[in-house]
């Protein structure tokens, strides 16, 4: 049986390689045939540019019959960066941000193999990873996640995110309306910018289940600087005093009722995540609706191993006769 064909995954378009490796091989050819002292030399930078040529078209076989087969679930995480979500008091004395990856982990647990998206929100919201099938990106931007920098905090509101989430799930209903659209709205519900929150009774529309996740205490916690100088040391107000964060649950369960999902006011990461997906039931979406992946396996290292050998032996010719030639001059130029 014949082995998958190899093609090239070009790094650089056609137009570009050409036309510059084309001139290198020439000069390189030519220095060696005319310059026979250094023909070694030419010689090996013959080879490096050659390849260099084969890292660039990057050559590759297919990997056959590999396709990705999902959950009929689009999830929206809805992530809280503001400062106050390192206040002191979740599960024990623990940052909130910790409630929210443990969280965000369960919820993942519950919908493997489902689109996931990411919109974080401090003093502007991002999004922050677009809708994909691929959990390990998910879960790499859920390891690193971490307030903004305190010296960049310009006052805060929950519906930040509002109008990003609301673009996010009316495309994925418009492209993927036979997927179900679950929203996860993760924070401590508090306002820092003295305005009311706009209403997001504009998603409930298109939402079909998830739930609001609320994290802190009423009595408050502690929070560390983020970044700079102060990166952690406690915040402190004016007047000296050190700066105690607490959960707004009443804007919590406002938010919750605009979107028509269930309120949980999360104090341990072990707790269940339980009624977020009523009337929802996760079924693969049929193979002949799933998306082939272009995937192959790379060959362009096997030229690349002998090249980093070929460059450390130009390095290291050049660095033998540098000191050699400085010696033929004196300081002021003159051949000695």
């Given at each position: 049986?014949?082995?998958p064909?190899?093609?090239f995954?070009?790094?650089m378009p056609?137009w570009?390689?050409?036309p510059?490796f084309?001139?290198?091989l020439v000069l390189c050819t030519v220095?060696l045939?005319?310059?026979?002292r250094?023909?070694t030399?030419w010689?090996?930078?013959?080879?490096?540019?050659?390849?260099?040529?084969?890292?660039?078209?990057?050559?590759?076989t297919?990997?056959?019959?590999?396709?990705?087969q999902?959950?009929?679930a689009n999830?929206f995480?809805?992530v809280d960066?503001?400062?106050s979500?390192?206040?002191e008091d979740?599960?024990?004395?623990?940052?909130?941000l910790?409630?929210?990856?443990a969280?965000?982990?369960?919820?993942?647990?519950?919908?493997?193999g489902a689109?996931?998206?990411?919109i974080?929100f401090?003093?502007?919201?991002?999004q922050?990873l677009?809708?994909?099938?691929d959990?390990g990106?998910?879960r790499?931007?859920i390891d690193?996640?971490?307030?903004?920098p305190?010296?960049?905090?310009t006052g805060?509101n929950?519906?930040r995110?509002?109008?990003?989430?609301?673009v996010?799930?009316?495309?994925a209903r418009?492209?993927?309306p036979?997927?179900?659209?679950l929203?996860y709205?993760?924070s401590?519900g508090?306002n820092?910018?003295?305005?009311?929150s706009?209403?997001?009774?504009?998603?409930?529309g298109f939402?079909?289940?998830?739930a609001?996740?609320?994290?802190?205490t009423p009595?408050?916690?502690?929070?560390?600087?983020?970044g700079?100088?102060d990166?952690?040391?406690?915040i402190?107000g004016?007047?000296?005093?050190?700066g105690?964060?607490?959960i707004?649950?009443?804007?919590?369960?406002?938010?919750?009722?605009?979107?028509?999902v269930?309120y949980l006011h999360?104090?341990d990461?072990?707790?269940?995540?339980?009624?977020t997906?009523?009337?929802?039931?996760l079924?693969p979406i049929p193979?002949?609706s799933?998306?082939?992946?272009?995937?192959?396996?790379d060959?362009?290292?096997?030229?690349?191993?002998p090249l980093?050998a070929?460059l450390i032996?130009?390095?290291?010719?050049?660095?033998?006769r540098?000191?050699r030639r400085?010696?033929?001059y004196?300081i002021?130029?003159a051949q000695?």
């Amino acid at each position: 049986m014949e082995g998958p064909l190899m093609y090239f995954e070009h790094l650089m378009p056609l137009w570009a390689t050409i036309p510059l490796f084309g001139v290198m091989l020439v000069l390189c050819t030519v220095l060696l045939v005319r310059r026979p002292r250094q023909r070694t030399a030419w010689l090996r930078r013959l080879l490096m540019v050659l390849l260099l040529l084969v890292v660039a078209l990057r050559p590759v076989t297919p990997i056959e019959g590999e396709q990705t087969q999902r959950m009929n679930a689009n999830v929206f995480f809805v992530v809280d960066r503001t400062g106050s979500m390192n206040a002191e008091d979740y599960a024990g004395e623990q940052p909130r941000l910790e409630g929210v990856k443990a969280d965000m982990e369960q919820i993942m647990g519950l919908t493997e193999g489902a689109r996931y998206s990411i919109i974080a929100f401090d003093s502007t919201a991002t999004q922050q990873l677009p809708l994909t099938t691929d959990a390990g990106a998910a879960r790499a931007w859920i390891d690193t996640l971490t307030t903004e920098p305190t010296s960049y905090s310009t006052g805060s509101n929950v519906d930040r995110a509002l109008t990003p989430l609301l673009v996010e799930i009316s495309e994925a209903r418009s492209e993927d309306p036979d997927s179900s659209v679950l929203v996860y709205f993760l924070s401590d519900g508090e306002n820092t910018d003295e305005r009311d929150s706009e209403s997001f009774s504009q998603a409930a529309g298109f939402v079909d289940g998830g739930a609001v996740l609320g994290y802190g205490t009423p009595e408050g916690g502690p929070m560390k600087a983020e970044g700079g100088q102060d990166h952690g040391e406690y915040i402190t107000g004016p007047d000296g005093q050190q700066g105690i964060s607490s959960i707004d649950e009443q804007q919590l369960q406002t938010i919750a009722g605009e979107i028509g999902v269930p309120y949980l006011h999360r104090t341990d990461p072990a707790a269940p995540i339980e009624g977020t997906m009523e009337g929802i039931t996760l079924r693969p979406i049929p193979i002949e609706s799933t998306r082939g992946v272009a995937s192959f396996e790379d060959w362009y290292w096997v030229a690349a191993i002998p090249l980093a050998a070929l460059l450390i032996w130009e390095l290291g010719e050049m660095t033998y006769r540098l000191p050699r030639r400085l010696d033929r001059y004196d300081i002021s130029g003159a051949q000695r």
